[in-house]
């Protein structure tokens, strides 16, 4: 069964450091794909960044990126330049298979607060 | 275009009575999922329809909760009697459904109703 695991409840970073949220996955399926999302304290749910399996570069969004090592079943998000605005929680997210019409399966989050 | 809209955004009840939340889906989006994230917990999936069609239901707790999406339109969840247990914020996502749509379609979410079971 997929499940998702994020270790680490809460991150602190000072303004305009770079901070990684740490994300590992477990899987039996050579195909799926990672996600993800931003939650503000407003509660929407933002997506970020995707990552697919077969892919050969770590996917970049701006100032997100995503640092997948396969061997090790892990998809850290890499934020650059911290903003005050990137103050939220963070969730990973997978989706096994080779279609987009199944549910997503998230971590617990990882709550991240930018320090000025 | 209209985002995922939920109602009510909060909903204080008392445990054993009933609250029915609702989910509106972007226009266009037959696929509907259903999450609910207990606090310091996971998003936890709770159940999957493809227009009307429940595809998955795989992660409903229990017989207290019932969802419904009659004519593929918006989607209601019913939870009767509600328990201490049920308290958490219930997300709505959609998506469209393409007949090969691509792993990498995001879902897109509503920003969730929070019940709250005294």
């Known amino acids: 069964a997929q499940k998702i695991t994020q270790t680490q409840p809460g991150m602190f970073v000072q303004e305009k450091e770079a901070v990684t949220l740490d994300c590992t996955y477990d899987t039996s399926d050579p195909s799926y794909g990672l996600f993800w999302y931003k939650q503000p304290s407003s509660g929407e749910m933002i997506f970020l960044i995707y990552?697919?399996?077969?892919?050969?570069q770590n996917a970049t969004e701006g100032r997100y990126s995503l640092n997948f090592q396969k061997a090790r079943k892990s998809a850290n998000l890499v934020i650059s330049a911290s903003q005050l605005g990137d103050s939220a929680m963070y969730f990973c997210a997978m989706r096994e298979g080779l279609t987009g019409n199944t549910p997503l399966v998230f971590g617990k989050g990882t709550r991240l607060s930018v320090i000025a | 275009e209209a985002g995922v809209t939920q109602f009510p955004s909060h909903s204080v009840i008392e445990k054993g009575q009933t609250v029915t939340l609702r989910c509106d889906p972007i226009s266009g989006h037959d696929n509907l999922y259903w999450y609910r994230r207990v606090m310091g917990k996971e998003i936890k999936f709770l159940l999957h329809?493809?227009?009307?069609?429940?595809?998955?239901e795989s992660g409903m707790p229990n017989n207290r909760f019932l969802a419904e999406r009659t004519g593929g339109t918006y989607s209601t969840l019913k939870v009767q009697p509600a328990e201490l247990e049920d308290s958490g914020v219930y997300f709505c996502?959609?998506?469209?459904?393409?007949?090969?749509?691509?792993?990498?379609?995001?879902?897109?979410f509503g920003n969730g109703t929070r019940l709250t079971v005294t």
């Open positions: 996502a959609s998506s469209p459904t393409l007949p090969e749509a691509p792993v990498n379609s995001p879902l897109h």
């Open positions: 329809f493809v227009k009307e069609s429940k595809q998955d």
């Open positions: 990552q697919g399996s077969y892919d050969q």
